[in-house]
């Protein structure tokens, strides 16, 4: 509950800076004991779900550069200033 808590605050923090947050979310329990030594997660499912996220952002970014938006955020037309 506490990581979902947290990406809450961490979202509305980007959104009061004019930022975008890529709306997949990935709390981690005990993200402390989750990672070894090196920061490679001890979980090969816990791998592939951080490259997924990583290939969103990434996906999002380049979605953006191209059209200046992304297929899940507002349309820069409709926005309100």
Aim: aromatic letters at 8%; glycine letters at 8%.
């Amino acid at each position: 509950m506490q990581g979902l808590q947290a990406i809450n605050s961490m979202e509305f923090v980007v959104r009061a800076l004019r930022g975008w947050a890529v709306p997949l979310v990935m709390p981690i329990s005990k993200a402390w004991q989750a990672f070894d030594d090196t920061g490679h997660p001890r979980d090969p499912q816990l791998g592939k779900q951080i490259k997924q996220l990583g290939r969103e952002v990434v996906r999002a970014a380049r979605q953006f550069a191209a059209e200046g938006s992304c297929d899940y955020s507002v349309p820069v037309a409709a926005r309100v200033e």
